[in-house]
C-alpha cells in the first residue's frame, strides 16, 4: 500500500539522517555505536538496540576471561604483588592474548572514534581508543624490541571496564523512537468503498479522491474528507485534542484516523496518502526531531577536553625530555604513560553507573526516561507547556453537580430517571450520567417510546412518566425559567431534566481537572518554572481551568500545528521549554520542545516522539522529574570531579613533574590510584538511590 511505503521510507531515511545527526548520545545509547545503528521498518530498531547490548555484554565477557591470564603473567603486576612466574616467551604470551582483547574487546570503541572524528565532535570514544591504541602499540613495541616496559594490563582492565560501563548505560536506556510507524498504524489498511448498490473493500493506496466510502459504527476513518450521508459522533481526541467527541453531520469534514461512533456514514474522500492530516502530523515530527539539540551529554563534552589535554600534555612530555637531553625511549615512556593514564577508569564507569541507576529508580517511581540528555537538561527548564485534556484535567467527562428544582424529586431520583434516557447514547453527556449512576449502584429503569428532540434533548416514558433530557436552548424555546444557580462554573456543561412538563432538576458535567494539578503547580512555582496551558477547547473552558489553577497564561483553541509555534516562540524568547502532552496532536510539539514528556494514558505516538514517559498522568510526577534531574546531574559533576580529580594530580607527576627530587609516578602507582578513583564513584552512584528514597 502506497502511502504505508512512502511512510516507512520516509521513516528509513530519517533514521538515516538522524543517526549522524544524534551522534551527540541524544538517545541515550547512540554515541556508543550508533554507526552500526540501522533500524528497517517495524521494531527492528529495538531489536536492534537489544542486539547491540547482548554484542557488549559478550565483548566484555571474553575480553574479562583473557584479562586474567594477563595480569598474571604481566611483569609489572609480578613486581608489585612481589611473585615471579614468567613463562617461556612470556612477552609473545602477553602481545597474542592482548591483541585479541584490543581488536575483539576494543572494536566499538574504535569505530567509534572513526564516527566522531568524522563527526568533528571528539568524545568518549576518541579519549578511549587513544589511550588503548597508545598503550597497545607502545607495548607490542618493547615485545619486539623497544626498551621499556609493556602495559598489556593497563589496556586489558581499561577495556573491560568502558565495555561494562557502555553495557550498564545502554542496558538502562530505552529503545529507539518508533513514533513514525505508529503514526502509520492509526490508518487502517482498507476501505469499504461504496460502488452503486455494492461495496468493495479496497487496499488505501487504491483511494482516490471523490471516492464514496463507507465507515460503518466503531471503524477508524481511512481517509479525509466530507460526509455526504449518516450522522454521528467522532471521537478525533488522539489527533486535534478536542476532549469531546465531535457531533459530525452532512457537508461536515472528516480526518483520516479519527475513530467513529455510533453512526453509519458515507464520505466522499478529499485528501489520501501524503496531503492527509495524518501524513502533515508526520512530517512536523520529522522536522522537529531532526532540528533537536545536538547538545553532547555530559561524559562526551569531559572526554573531549580529557583528549585535548592528554594530547597536549603528552606531546609537551616528550618535547621536554628530549629537550632535556634524556634518551627518545625514556621521553616515550613517559608520553605513553601519560597518555594511558589521562583516561580514567573512573570517568567510563562515572556516568553509566548513575544514568543506570538514576533510570531504574525513575522507572519504580514512574517516569521512564528514553532519553538521556533531556533528563540531565530537566535541571534547566523555565516554562512547562501543558495540554489540558488529559493531563491537567482527566479527559473524560464527570458528574459535577445534580440539583433538585422540584421538592417531590430527590437529585439522586433525578439522575436515576435520566440515565434510562441515555443508557444507550454514545454522547459524552449520556456516558458520564450513566457512568455516575452506575457508581451508585442504582439499576437504570428502562425507557419506552424513546425520542430524540433534533438538535435539543431526548425523551421518553419511563415507569409512566415523561421525561426530558434537553440544553438550555429547550429550556428557552418552551419559555422555562433557568434557575439561577445552574451554572457555577464556565468549563462545566448542563443539562436538565423536565418531568410530565415541568422542571425538576438539572446535572452539570465537567471533564474534571485532577486532584494533583494544583500541588504540581505550587512546587514548579517554588522552583521559579513559568507554568502555562495549551488548549484545543474554548476559551470560556480554557480560562475556567487557567483560573482555577492559577497558571501563568493560557492558549485556547489551538490547533496542533500552533503548538509547535507556541514552544518555538517561547524557545526564541531564550525559555528552556518542557512539553506535556497525550495525544497525536502532541506529537510535534513534544519532538520540538527542548524536553518533551508525554502522559502515560495517552498515546503510543506520544510517549515515542518524547523524552520521558510518566506512567501515571500524573503531573506532580513531573514536578519530582525536575528534582531528581537536578540531583542525578549534581551526582554526575561529583563523579566527574572524582574521575578527573585523580588525572589532575597523576598526570604531571607521571610526565615527571617532581623527576629532580627522585619522584616519577610509575605506571603501577598509578593504577592503584586508579582503582581507588573508581571504587569512590562506584559508590557515590550508590547514594543517588538515598536522595529519591528521602523525598
Known amino acids: 500500500m502506497e502511502n504505508h511505503k512512502e511512510h516507512n521510507h520516509k521513516h528509513h531515511k530519517h533514521e538515516e539522517s538522524k543517526k549522524h545527526e544524534n551522534h551527540s548520545g541524544h538517545e541515550g545509547h547512540d554515541h556508543v555505536g550508533h554507526s552500526d545503528h540501522n533500524p528497517g521498518h517495524g521494531d527492528m530498531g529495538h531489536d536492534h538496540h537489544k542486539m547491540m547490548i547482548e554484542d557488549f555484554k559478550k565483548r566484555f565477557w571474553i575480553s574479562l576471561v583473557l584479562t586474567i591470564p594477563i595480569l598474571t603473567f604481566s611483569p609489572m603486576i609480578q613486581r608489585f604483588l612481589g611473585y615471579d612466574w614468567l613463562l617461556p616467551g612470556n612477552s609473545y604470551i602477553l602481545f597474542g592474548l592482548s591483541t585479541i582483547v584490543y581488536f575483539y574487546g576494543g572494536w566499538p570503541f574504535l569505530k567509534g572514534l572513526k564516527d566522531e572524528l568524522k563527526e568533528g565532535a571528539p568524545g568518549m570514544m576518541t579519549l578511549i581508543s587513544m589511550a588503548i591504541s597508545v598503550a597497545y602499540f607502545y607495548s607490542s613495541a618493547t615485545v619486539f624490541g623497544l626498551e621499556g616496559e609493556d602495559f598489556f594490563w593497563e589496556l586489558a582492565t581499561l577495556i573491560d571496564i568502558m565495555l561494562v560501563g557502555h553495557w550498564l548505560e545502554m542496558k538502562s536506556v530505552l529503545g529507539a523512537s518508533k513514533a513514525l510507524q505508529l ?70 469534514k472528516v480526518i483520516g484516523g479519527s475513530l467513529n461512533g455510533n453512526g453509519s456514514l458515507k464520505v466522499k474522500v478529499e485528501h489520501t496518502g501524503k496531503d492527509s492530516y495524518l501524513n502533515k502530523v508526520i512530517t512536523l515530527v520529522q522536522e522537529a526531531q531532526k532540528s533537536k539539540s545536538k547538545m553532547q551529554n555530559l561524559s562526551d563534552r569531559a572526554a573531549k577536553w580529557l583528549t585535548y589535554i592528554a594530547l597536549a600534555i603528552g606531546f609537551g612530555t ?102 434510562a434516557l441515555e443508557q444507550s447514547s454514545e454522547h459524552p453527556i449520556a456516558v458520564g450520567i450513566v457512568k455516575k449512576v452506575k457508581e451508585g449502584k442504582t439499576a437504570i429503569p428502562q425507557p419506552e417510546n424513546f425520542n ?159 523524552d520521558i514517559i510518566l506512567v501515571n498522568s500524573n503531573p506532580q510526577d513531573i514536578a519530582n522529574l525536575i528534582l531528581f534531574g537536578k540531583a542525578t546531574y549534581s551526582k554526575m559533576i561529583q563523579n566527574l570531579i572524582w574521575a578527573t580529580g ?18 616519577v609516578l610509575g605506571p603501577a602507582v598509578g593504577a592503584v590510584f586508579m582503582s581507588l578513583s573508581t571504587i569512590i564513584v562506584a559508590i557515590n552512584a550508590q547514594l543517588l538511590k538515598k536522595k529519591i528514597g528521602n523525598r
Not at 195 to 206: A, N, P
Not at 464 to 471: D, E, W
Not at 569 to 574: C, P
Not at 646 to 663: Q, W
Open 183 to 252: 503514526l502509520v498504524s492509526m490508518m487502517p489498511s482498507e476501505a469499504h468503498r461504496v460502488k452503486g448498490d455494492s461495496i468493495e473493500e479496497v487496499k488505501l493506496e487504491d483511494l482516490q479522491k471523490d471516492d464514496i466510502i463507507l465507515i460503518k459504527p466503531g471503524e477508524k476513518v481511512p481517509a479525509d474528507g466530507i460526509i455526504v450521508e449518516g450522522e454521528s459522533y467522532l471521537n478525533e481526541s488522539m489527533l486535534t485534542g478536542e476532549s469531546k467527541p465531535v457531533k459530525k453531520g452532512l457537508e461536515n
Open 646 to 663: 585523580y588525572n589532575v594530580i597523576a598526570i604531571p607527576l607521571a610526565a615527571g613533574v617532581l623527576y629532580s627530587s627522585g619522584f
Open 318 to 419: 616528550l618535547a621536554t625530555w628530549l629537550f632535556l637531553g634524556f634518551p627518545f625511549v625514556y621521553a616515550l615512556e613517559r608520553m605513553v604513560t601519560v597518555m594511558v593514564i589521562a583516561c580514567p577508569h573512573a570517568l567510563g564507569l562515572a556516568i553509566p553507573l548513575v544514568v543506570a541507576i538514576s533510570t531504574a529508580v525513575s522507572a519504580q517511581n514512574g517516569l521512564l526516561i528514553r532519553n538521556r540528555t533531556a533528563f540531565e537538561e530537566s535541571r534547566k527548564i523555565s516554562t512547562l507547556l501543558f495540554d489540558k485534556t488529559g493531563t491537567l484535567t482527566k479527559g473524560d467527562f464527570g458528574v459535577t453537580r445534580v440539583e433538585s428544582v422540584d421538592k417531590q424529586y430527590s437529585s439522586d431520583e433525578v439522575l436515576r430517571l435520566a440515565s
Open 452 to 610: 430524540a428532540i433534533t438538535g435539543k434533548g431526548v425523551e421518553a416514558k419511563v415507569e409512566g412518566k415523561n421525561i426530558k433530557v434537553v440544553s438550555p436552548g429547550y429550556l428557552r424555546d418552551e419559555k422555562i425559567t433557568i434557575p439561577e444557580d445552574a451554572y457555577s462554573d464556565a468549563a462545566e456543561t448542563v443539562v436538565f431534566v423536565l418531568i410530565d412538563g415541568s422542571l425538576a432538576g438539572y446535572i452539570a458535567l465537567a471533564d474534571e481537572i485532577r486532584a494533583e494539578s494544583a500541588e504540581a503547580i505550587e512546587v514548579f512555582k517554588k522552583n521559579n518554572i513559568k507554568v502555562l496551558m495549551a488548549t484545543g477547547d474554548n476559551e470560556k473552558t480554557a480560562k475556567a481551568v487557567s483560573d482555577k489553577l492559577g497558571l501563568d497564561g493560557y492558549y485556547s483553541e489551538v490547533l496542533p500545528h500552533q503548538k509547535v509555534e507556541i514552544v518555538k516562540e517561547l524557545q526564541g524568547k531564550g525559555e528552556f521549554v518542557a512539553m506535556t502532552g497525550d495525544g497525536v496532536n502532541d506529537a510535534p510539539a513534544l519532538a520540538q520542545a527542548n524536553v518533551g514528556i508525554a502522559v502515560g494514558s495517552g498515546t503510543d505516538v506520544a510517549a515515542e516522539t518524547a
